[in-house]
């Protein structure tokens, strides 16, 4: 029985998806053009690729006619690119490479399946609570925060700031926001909204830079609530654009800490210390290049390379085996230093994180045990104010137990498979920031 093949058709960009372009000021040797999938992930694709989906998309109009569509968008690819590319050369590039990444549509029509992005040390369980059109309106509020002539004088008043509380009675705060139950609830509240307007400062330095901002959410990072916004589009911009975006969050939370500096001056409100000191640990945490905050983003806009973790497995087996890796040639000489270095310093700063976890682990169960069992006794006698705060505090204390045995678990499996089984590409994900 002799079956008849499948009807030819013009291969299309997925719906959904978005020709970027070119990513600008890159670490590679040959710079690669970028493809935005509809679930708003990063292709990566050779300049010959590229053009081959740039002719498809600019010749959809015909697709009534795929031979005489296919005959053009080859002509069109063998234009540009210098060499002689015929129609069933792009079929099998379609086919082959292009619909496997979930970039187009097979040749005879059927849809691609997108497969996700790896989620290693990545925010899981995201949901989008503002929609880019609402992103869009809040970040232009904001956007003319990052004109030269407001950010000097910004960053002049972080430091007077900073400089002016470090005389402050920051211990005294700190009792009395263990005393008073409503300081407790305070603190969180000021704090989350630090947490939000790091996320405006992301989105309007977007639009600043003439990209626009996708959705706002919150998700679960390891362990912890984390709020986030999609920036993808910044990689539509060269390397000052991406590292203004970088910075924008930790540049509004230096804002927050003018405004609650302030706010203290002609209150002298003691939870606002406390306040001003989460919202300083969040600086320093978002700072650290270790996890996917802002740190790696910034590492990795600095060398041009959006995908650091990548590169973990074939350093690793370089330095530690002796085998070369045809990964690492594609980049420029001094970003793959700087990447060598990253990946040998944030191995031993991981292992040192959790082998610090294992020697305190008996210890740490011991003290949520007795914090857990303190909540019930008091369960009876206490205002449902203190039990509330006490439930949030023994919350809020275990997550870290929780968080960093998880990522243990989930560092140790990353690694044992990139570097044996030789995992999939990772792909830029939205930078959380977790709330306190």
Request: with cysteine; net charge positive; charged share 15%.
């Given at each position: ?358 020697a305190r682990v008996p210890t740490l169960v011991m003290a949520e ?68």
């Open positions: 029985m002799v079956t008849d093949p499948a009807p030819l058709t013009l291969p299309a960009l997925t719906e959904g998806a978005e020709l970027v372009g070119e990513f600008k000021d890159s670490g590679y040797r040959q710079p690669p053009q970028l493809v935005r999938l509809p679930n708003r992930q990063l292709v990566q694709l050779a300049p010959l690729l590229f053009l081959v989906v740039k002719a498809l998309h600019d010749h959809r109009h015909l697709a009534a006619d795929p031979p005489n569509a296919l005959a053009k968008v080859a002509d069109a690819v063998t234009e540009a690119a210098g060499a002689r590319i015929s129609a069933d050369q792009v079929v099998f590039l379609v086919d082959r490479k292009l619909a496997p990444l979930g970039v187009t549509t097979y040749s005879d029509g059927t849809a691609p399946s997108i497969a996700k992005a790896s989620n290693f040390l990545a925010l899981r369980f995201r949901t989008a609570v503002l929609p880019e059109s609402v992103t869009w309106f809040i970040s232009g509020l904001f956007a003319w925060l990052f004109k030269p002539a407001i950010v000097l004088p910004m960053l002049g008043f972080v430091t007077a700031a900073e400089v002016w509380l470090a005389a402050q009675p920051i211990g005294e705060a700190l009792n009395h926001a263990i005393l008073a139950p409503e300081s407790i609830l305070v603190v969180l509240a000021l704090s989350i909204l630090s947490c939000v307007f790091h996320e405006i400062g992301h989105a309007s330095a977007c639009r600043y830079s003439g990209v626009r901002p996708g959705v706002m959410g919150c998700g679960i990072y390891v362990v912890w609530p984390a709020f986030y916004t999609d920036i993808t589009d910044s990689y539509r911009l060269g390397r000052r654009g991406r590292l203004r975006t970088d910075l924008g969050g930790v540049y509004f939370n230096g804002i927050v800490l003018i405004a609650l500096a302030v706010l203290y001056a002609f209150t002298g409100y003691l939870p606002l210390l406390v306040t001003i000191l989460v919202v300083n640990l969040e600086i320093i945490q978002q700072l650290l290049p270790t996890l996917r905050f802002d740190g790696y983003y910034i590492v990795s806009d600095l060398v041009g390379i959006p995908d650091l973790f990548k590169y973990i497995r074939p350093i690793l087996r370089r330095t530690l085996l002796r085998r070369p890796d045809e990964s690492l040639h594609a980049l420029k000489r001094w970003p793959q230093i700087i990447v060598t270095l990253w990946v040998l310093t944030v191995i031993p700063v991981l292992a040192f994180q959790l082998s610090l976890l294992a045990w007795q914090r857990l069992q303190n909540l019930v006794s008091a369960a009876q006698t206490a205002s449902w104010l203190a039990l509330l705060v006490g439930t949030l505090q023994f919350v809020l204390l275990s997550l870290p137990l929780l968080g960093l045995t998880l990522l243990a678990y989930w560092t140790v499996r990353a690694l044992a498979r990139k570097i044996i089984k030789n995992d999939p590409l990772d792909r830029p994900t939205p930078s959380p920031s977790p709330a306190p």
